[in-house]
């Protein structure tokens, strides 16, 4: 305890100053010098007890923290009575219980991280084996000429697939990592559209698929005019994929007050119930999902209009087609 020199000089002081006074006093008075000798020693005796219970309480908090440091976690609950130590206790206790959140955050982290590059191993090694079975194949001298022309045409096709996924996943990175800045504009609804949709025209087109909008003229909202395009584009291209020729597929909006409301129709296969909950998160592919389906699409939509303030539902019943509800809050410029 006396380690300590603010208790120690207290100490120091208070028998100086009970050296001089009491020589006074015994000058004056020999039974005054005894009352005093008393009232001297009983108030240094508080003085130490106070100090001791003080420097224990203090060591406490050492000890504590000591123990924190080297990895025990739920240890004793902090005080519920007044006093400055008791308020330090708790603003301690509150540190550790925050760091040990943060420390489980970090540790889910590293445990998404390590997943989710297992399965982007997976989404690469599937294609890349291919190609390279394809490529031995390539090398035979004998091998017919439509032959090649179809490995070739296989080869370009899983590069395609390969460069999506690669591209894909830069975004996604970008977007988790928060260094894009998303811009708050007032866009039209119908130039949002027509430009998430214009590299899927012709694709429909081969499938003879009819794509149909409907779009009131005038109608705006503001948001990022690039990224909000990217994300309703993966929505339609889900849309694409899993609705067979001669189906149709139909964007038409809304304006709901506070918010509007964007839908996307189609007539496919729809969604089994039991993939319904999951179709948003990133990887997960359903039992309807295409073999060239890597299962980022909807979970980069969804994530876009997230960080917008918006908000994505699916509705679908097996054989009926699916539905997909945007909701795309007005912001103030």
Request: with cysteine; proline share 3%.
């Amino acid at each position: 305890m006396f380690r300590n020199r603010e208790l120690k000089y207290g100490c120091v002081a208070y028998t100086a100053a009970g050296v001089i006074c009491g020589s006074a006093v015994f000058a004056e008075s020999g039974e005054g010098f005894l009352w005093f000798l008393l009232f001297f020693v009983a108030g240094l005796f508080i003085f130490l007890a106070g100090g001791a219970l003080r420097y224990r309480k203090i060591a406490s908090l050492s000890v504590y923290l000591r123990r924190v440091l080297n990895g025990e976690k739920k240890l004793d609950i902090p005080d519920n009575v007044e006093g400055e130590l008791s308020i330090l206790r708790n603003d301690i206790y509150k540190l550790v219980t925050k760091m040990e959140t943060q420390a489980e955050l970090l540790l889910d982290d590293k445990r998404y991280l390590a997943d989710s590059l297992s399965d982007i191993s997976h989404q690469l090694k599937t294609p890349m084996t291919s190609m390279m079975v394809m490529t031995d194949i390539l090398r035979e001298e004998n091998l017919p000429a439509e032959k090649r022309e179809v490995f070739v045409r296989s080869i370009r096709s899983q590069l395609k697939r390969m460069e999506w996924l690669l591209s894909s996943l830069l975004k996604m990175s970008k977007l988790d990592a928060g260094t894009i800045q998303f811009k708050r504009e007032e866009v039209s609804v119908k130039a949002l559209v027509e430009k998430a949709v214009e590299h899927l025209l012709i694709p429909m087109e081969l499938k003879n698929q009819t794509f149909v909008v409907n779009i009131p003229e005038g109608q705006s909202l503001v948001c990022d005019f690039q990224w909000t395009a990217e994300a309703i584009s993966n929505i339609v291209k889900n849309c694409m994929e899993h609705t067979p020729e001669e189906g149709r597929i139909m964007i038409y909006s809304e304006n709901k007050g506070i918010y509007t409301q964007l839908v996307v129709e189609d007539t496919g296969e729809g969604i089994a119930p039991e993939d319904l909950p999951h179709i948003f998160e990133r990887f997960y592919k359903g039992k309807n999902g295409g073999k060239d389906s890597v299962g980022i699409g909807l979970a980069m939509a969804k994530h876009i209009l997230s960080i917008q303030n918006g908000q994505i539902e699916a509705l679908s019943e097996p054989g009926k087609g699916s539905r997909f509800i945007l909701r795309l809050y007005h912001l103030v410029l």
